[in-house]
């Protein structure tokens, strides 16, 4: 079973878009959910997750320009980045906590259910 990132695409520097994790087979509200990313040549980095009680994390390097919420009703979570930067090209994945619990999210746990990711691309 894999969740399936989306949303990705060539975007202008000072740009906004909006990625998107959705499960066909299974329901994700149970579960808390991570995104990160990886950029060519650096290793995968959390970007940020989501508890099961909808309640954020995100480290202190990506505070401030990404947000992300959950609609339990679309079985979907979504990842808004805002003023984007070259920084931020990469593939972006999403995936599903192994364990955890309903209350708080850890990016530092291990992950299961890894799709396929969208690709980022900032340019002008």
């Known amino acids: 079973v894999q969740l399936q990132a989306s949303g990705g695409g060539l975007v202008q520097p000072g740009g906004s878009l909006r990625l998107s994790c959705a499960a066909s087979?299974?329901?994700?509200?149970?579960?808390?959910i991570g995104w990160f990313r990886q950029a060519p040549g650096k290793e995968r980095e959390g970007v940020s997750c989501?508890?099961?009680?909808?309640?954020?994390y995100y480290p202190d390097s990506m505070k401030g320009r990404f947000t992300i919420s959950r609609d339990n009703a679309k079985n979907t979570v979504y990842l808004q980045i805002n003023n984007v930067s070259a920084e931020d090209t990469a593939v972006y994945y999403c995936?599903?906590?192994?364990?955890?619990?309903?209350?708080?999210?850890?990016?530092?746990?291990?992950?299961?259910?890894w799709g396929q990711g969208t690709l980022v691309t900032v340019s002008s």
């Open positions: 995936a599903a906590e192994m364990g955890g619990n309903w209350y708080t999210c850890d990016l530092t746990a291990d992950y299961h259910s």
């Open positions: 087979r299974f329901t994700l509200d149970v579960y808390n």
């Open positions: 989501i508890s099961g009680e909808s309640r954020p």
